[in-house]
């Protein structure tokens, strides 16, 4: 691999083509789809109450941000800043990250 190469493969993680390839996928539908909603919610629940503490904590991470994602790319959230939808996902990743602190470390006994 060339470093021209290279250089071409970062292309690929531009901006405007991530959010491109997400709507591709129809990520958007993430957000509204029950099966999806209640999948997390079993799954977080089970590992909670036996004791998975940091299980219970990293789906609560990983489901709250694809969540959050995918309902800020409903939303039509593009790369202009305030005006396209920023404050949105920049508020529902702080909500993820609190409630992923504090059962991974505030919770733990």
């Known amino acids: 691999m060339t470093w021209t190469d290279f250089l071409d493969y970062l292309q690929h993680f531009r901006t ?3 959010l491109e ?4 996928w129809n990520i958007d539908d993430l957000s509204s789809n029950p099966y999806v909603l209640a999948g997390f919610a079993v799954a977080i629940g089970i590992t909670y109450l036996i004791g998975w503490k940091t299980t219970s904590a990293f789906l609560v991470g990983i489901g709250g941000f ?5 309902y800020t790319v409903k939303q ?3 790369i202009e800043g305030v005006g396209g939808g ?6 529902s990743g702080l909500i ?7 059962l991974l470390f505030i919770k733990a006994e």
């Open 76 to 78: 039509g959230t593009g």
């Open 21 to 24: 390839q997400l709507a591709a």
């Open 96 to 102: 993820v990250v609190i409630i992923f602190i504090y």
């Open 66 to 70: 694809a969540l959050a994602v995918s």
């Open 16 to 18: 405007d083509k991530v």
């Open 86 to 91: 920023l404050p949105l996902l920049v508020g």
